[in-house]
């Protein structure tokens, strides 16, 4: 592998087949497969990811919004997209697009009928959203009638599913609450069965669902974060690959004496004599200044270089003492070597923030 020149994201889709076919395995052969790929499929490049998430089988997509859905269509993305989060502004678009959204409020349900009725649509596929739980998004259980009582005297619109989020799935000393969660899905679930004239299918678990909760995978799962390598805990990560590769090179060498100061505000006074190197990589690339201020490492020809003073828009520094290096020389950020977890913990965040935060002005490189 050629070593990076400038700031790139590597995409290896190799490791992207290795984390969907792990996941897959441990599902039954009849379970549909749901790839989350918004936020440009958790910062890496949903475009290239839906693709290949396509070739290898998935069942469907789900993104946040509808323009990340039309960019999924405009290339060339044919398996059916659940929209999580539509907005009303956007139903026209929506439909044109033969986008599938998420039903999950009254409202939502009254303003997407009307656009429904007006695009002259019959039976056209919406997911009911139920709030076990997580109480952000979805009716609540004794709304089943009330949807129902619509659906059932429409024909524009069709539930073709019903689903929930799990809130905790992740975290074994919440296992009574997720539990319920389930308990309270599965109720959910036959009522409407019995209030419509018709079955939807099901969907609950999340990624951690999936490892920790397999008996309630239903009629189908939905995977984001594992999909990009990582699974909310040490011994499934170890069993994933990371797929985004974050790296950089070193762009100029400085020798400090004693007392000299590092970037904006002096935010780095050395002790010593040191010798720093600065990156083409900054806040506007998405490491933010909680990343600075010596707690943070960086990876040097396999030695760790801690990120030092205040974090710039377009820079980082790195302590670079005791390290045989030069100019030029490529630096990993994150990747399989220094994980995206690893990294984002220094900062007090979680690799969901971090992969999804990196710039698109940095350049992604794909690993066929």
Known sequence: MAKARETVLELDLNALAHN?????????????FLSVVKAFAYGSDAQVIAKKLQDLGTDYFAVAYTSEGVALRDAGITKPILVLHPQEVSFDTLIARCLEPSIYSKNILKGFLESAKKHGQTNYPVHLKFNTGL?????MADEVYHVASVLNTVHEIRALSVFS???????????????????RFQSIAEALDVALDYHPFRHLLNTSGIINYPQAQYDMVRSGIALYGYGNEAGIDAELKPVASLKTIIAQIHYLGANESVGYNRGF????????????????????????????FVSVHGKKAPIIGNVCMDMI?????????????????????????????TGNTISYELLTAISQRVKRIVIP
């Open 20 to 32: 969907y076919h792990y996941l897959r395995a441990k599902l039954r052969p009849e379970t549909k």
């Open 317 to 345: 520094m790195i302590d670079i003492t005791g390290i045989n290096c030069k100019e030029g020389d490529e630096v990993l950020v994150f990747g399989p070597e220094l994980s995206a977890h690893e990294f984002a913990e």
């Open 269 to 296: 006074i050395s002790n010593s004599a040191k010798t720093t190197a600065t990156l083409p990589l900054g806040h506007a690339d998405g490491i933010g200044r909680h990343y600075g201020g010596g707690k943070t």
């Open 135 to 139: 109480n952000r998004l979805g009716f």
């Open 165 to 183: 989020h799990l809130a905790a799935s992740e975290d074994l000393a919440e296992t009574e609450f997720t539990e319920l969660q389930i308990s």
